[in-house]
């Protein structure tokens, strides 16, 4: 039976590199889509675009985060290698899946006649363009949740890296394609229609391929759930349906409040910013997802001391990965955005800084909330994370009207902040029994790091590229960002014992890439 066989780092050591691989690629083949399309269709269209993924997601809030629920109650099966029961498991999650797909649909249906009033300031679009292009996307969007329940069994048997390549292929293909249409055809209809197709195509593809290797995503069969997973399945839909609010109201709903508020254009021209953001830290959530399934196994089979312990190596790493983030978001977004399409594309830098921190906290709060997602008590900050949700959304919108788009991240920061402050408060006792003053003095102590890491850079900007953002200038503050970071990073954590485990861990897998 597939699942078996490779210990828990082996497994997270090759689901960590396949993920970076794949985000890497998806980095380099969207920058250059990102750039054709620019030249060729314009702001507008780019903003529509960001648009209907914002929108589509706030409809995906159907899901409740139902797959984390069942991909921990196949934890335990797969390690007792109690293969009757996954199949029941597997059943059960595949018809509400089915539901969740019809509930989208219902949703996405009831919503299209509101398209007009979140488009604003755009003559471009005729009414039924815009219905169009919506529909074509929620077919995407219905189109992933076909083999979802498969996808999650991979995943609890720490075997993504399987599917990696399947989407990167799916990547190549797309962009191809998609970039053929806009150049020949210079049609916006064209694009998405070849975007729908190949995601159909990507999804029948992914769902032969784990068929086929995993056969028991084949034989599915009726039966009673335990008891036991009845009751978490229950607990943790009702925590997910508030952390799934949270999450739509701090990641999906800032292109729908500046389309809304200010203009399609305007949105459009963030957006450039916001996909180079959420391209690298994309990589962090992808390497910190990676390690889920392996934190699950912990759980199951370590002692609390243990997971803690795993957990704070876990920590330092996603600590140090998004400090590098940080600091080469801040230091060259503008710089690339200015070289490759021009000065017009340029956004104010209060609000770069403040989307950037708001993400930067984002990433640490993501980081702890693996403690109760391996745990399977997504409830523990149920209430938390709907507070989150409900002052960004607030402060946003109050915050734009008044400051015009810096608001918008400006609401994110301060209800991030605050999950940030109340989550392991709640987390450390409830789970473990203990206090959260070790996380705050490590998480701050980075913090703190990385916001003297990002001063030098500044400064050494400011001498280096005095407004001048050509490409050698670019390359000259990519060797200076690594050579900061990586100087900084030593002098501040050398001595701490988890760095140096890192450091170890790094050198053996280097050491066995090598061999090869």
């Not at 876990?314 to 503008?334: D, P």
């Not at 702890?368 to 399977?376: D, V």
């Amino acid at each position: 039976m597939e699942g078996i066989g490779l210990s828990r780092t082996e497994n997270t050591g090759k689901n960590v590199v396949w993920q970076i691989g794949a985000s890497l690629l998806t980095i380099g083949l969207g920058l250059i889509s990102r750039y054709v399309f620019n030249k060729v269709l314009g702001a507008d269209y780019l903003g529509l675009s960001s648009l209907f993924a914002s929108v589509l997601s706030v409809l995906s809030f159907a899901d409740l985060g139902i797959a984390n629920s069942f991909t921990f109650c196949l934890y335990k099966p797969i390690a007792q290698n109690n293969q009757g029961y996954i199949c029941v498991l597997l059943a059960t999650f595949k018809k509400i899946m089915r539901a969740i797909m019809i509930s989208i649909l219902v949703l996405g249906l009831c919503f299209s006649p509101f398209l007009r009033y979140v488009v604003k300031e755009s003559q471009q679009f005729t009414e039924l363009q815009l219905q169009f292009y919506y529909f074509l996307s929620l077919a995407e969007i219905l189109v992933s949740y076909l083999c979802t329940y498969k996808v999650c069994y991979v995943s609890a048997c720490q075997k993504q890296y399987k599917l990696v390549p399947i989407r990167m292929w799916g990547s190549v293909i797309t962009l191809v394609l998609k970039l053929g249409a806009v150049v020949l055809t210079h049609s916006y209809t064209i694009y998405v229609l070849t975007g729908t197709l190949v995601v159909v195509l990507q999804q029948l593809v992914t769902n032969w391929y784990i068929t086929k290797k995993f056969p028991v995503v084949r034989q599915l069969q009726e039966g009673e759930l335990t008891q036991e997973d009845r009751r978490a399945i229950k607990r943790n839909i009702k925590a997910g349906l508030i952390n799934k609010f949270a999450q739509i109201s701090v990641t999906q709903t800032d292109s729908i409040i500046i389309s809304a508020a200010l203009s399609i254009g305007t949105l459009g021209r963030i957006t450039n910013y916001v996909t180079l953001k959420t391209y690298i830290f994309n990589i962090i959530s992808q390497v910190q997802t990676s390690a889920h399934a392996s934190m699950g196994d912990v759980v199951a089979t370590e002692s609390k001391e243990k997971q803690l312990d795993i957990f704070y190596r876990f920590l330092l790493a996603s600590q140090l990965l998004i400090s590098g983030a940080v600091c080469g978001l801040l230091v060259l977004t503008t710089p690339i955005v200015v070289w490759a399409f021009g000065p017009t594309w340029k956004v104010d830098y209060l609000s770069t800084v403040l989307m950037v921190s708001a993400a930067a906290i984002v990433q640490h709060t993501y980081a702890l909330n693996i403690l109760p997602t391996a745990n399977g008590r997504l409830d523990v900050v149920a209430k938390l994370a709907f507070v989150e949700g409900a002052v960004n959304l607030a402060a946003s919108l109050i915050a734009i009207k008044l400051i015009g788009l810096p608001g918008v991240y400006l609401g994110t920061v301060i209800a991030e902040l605050a999950y940030y402050i109340l989550t392991p408060l709640k987390v450390f006792p409830t789970l473990y029994q203990c206090g959260a003053k070790r996380y705050f003095i490590r998480t701050l102590y980075g913090m703190a790091v990385t916001a003297i890491q990002v001063a030098v850079l500044l400064a050494i900007q400011g001498h280096i590229i005095n407004n001048q953002y050509c490409f050698s200038n670019i390359i000259i503050l990519c060797v200076c960002i690594i050579a900061v970071f990586s100087g900084g990073t030593y002098l501040a954590w050398h001595r701490d014992r988890y760095f140096k485990e890192l450091c170890a861990m790094a050198a053996q897998l280097l050491r066995k890439v090598l061999k090869k």
